[in-house]
């Protein structure tokens, strides 16, 4: 495995290679869900590159930038057991100059849910990814659908600014009990792992009543907010793939998503129907 800490080293390490590039981009604290990105990469290009940085334009002031988990041996090695053929690790002082161009969020969906709760998050996610596609050119990028605002924000990137990668969305990988995984899963105290259980639980229950037949959202979003309850739940949402709000489900056409704090960690989740 090749690891680049710059733009220079990732071009040179990438000139020596033939084929297909699959595209795995994360902030680093790698965990079984990227692990699930990075394999399915493996499989289908001849050459896969995973970068590791952790953005610090997408975090608010305020957010958890400086504690976030930076694990770079643990990273490394996960990389190379994987099968990884180039690391991107660049400094921010690599990735930034000053007063740059940067890439705006759409007005509406850029600017509801994740959005809304985060002011400017994704215009930093859209800035640095237009980066780092730019840098790594790949043919295919892997992204989790646990993120589904952010993935559906990449795809319409990709769309308007036609470029030419293809965007792989990926299944959420799940603990046993059903806890979404998330590199800030670590932050949580044995009871408030316990606690966060409860995002799962209500994106079950929401399933449950779709299962049942009942498509109403107004009710399906109730039924969700009192199992999340003493949560501080930010929001319970029932949306299309556009992430336009609705009213009654459609399967095939809906992502049902939660945002919730459990003490001092707020957590995402969301189901696909
Ligand atoms: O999902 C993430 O880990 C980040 O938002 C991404 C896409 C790597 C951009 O920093």
Known sequence: ????????????????????????????????????????????????????????????????LSKYPRKEEADFKICELSGVDVLFYPAVAGMYGEDEVRMCAPDSRGFILEGASRPGHFDGVLTVVMKLFNMVQPTRAYFGKKDAQQ???????????????????METVREKDGLALSSRNVYLNGPQRIEALKLSTALKE????????????????????????????????????????????????????????????????????
């Open 206 to 273: 929401g399933t449950k009543m779709v299962m049942q037949g009942n498509l109403n959202s107004i009710e399906i979003q109730s039924a969700m907010t009192e199992i999340l309850r003493p949560l501080d739940v930010e929001y319970v949402a029932i949306v299309n793939r556009r992430f336009q709000s609705i009213a009654q489900v459609v399967i095939g056409d809906t992502i049902v998503l939660v945002a919730a704090r459990v003490g001092t960690t707020r957590l995402i989740d969301n189901v696909w129907m």
């Open 151 to 169: 993935l559906a924000l990449i795809t319409q990137m990709v769309e308007n600014f036609f470029m030419k990668v293809e965007i792989v969305p």
């Open 1 to 64: 495995m090749i690891i680049a800490r710059s733009v220079s080293e990732l071009r040179k390490a990438l000139n020596a290679k033939e084929g297909n590039i699959g595209f795995v981009p994360t902030m680093g604290a790698l965990h079984i869900g990227h692990r699930t990105l990075i394999d399915a990469a493996r499989k289908e290009n001849e050459t896969v590159v995973v970068s590791i940085f952790v953005n610090p334009t997408q975090f608010l002031p305020g957010e958890d």
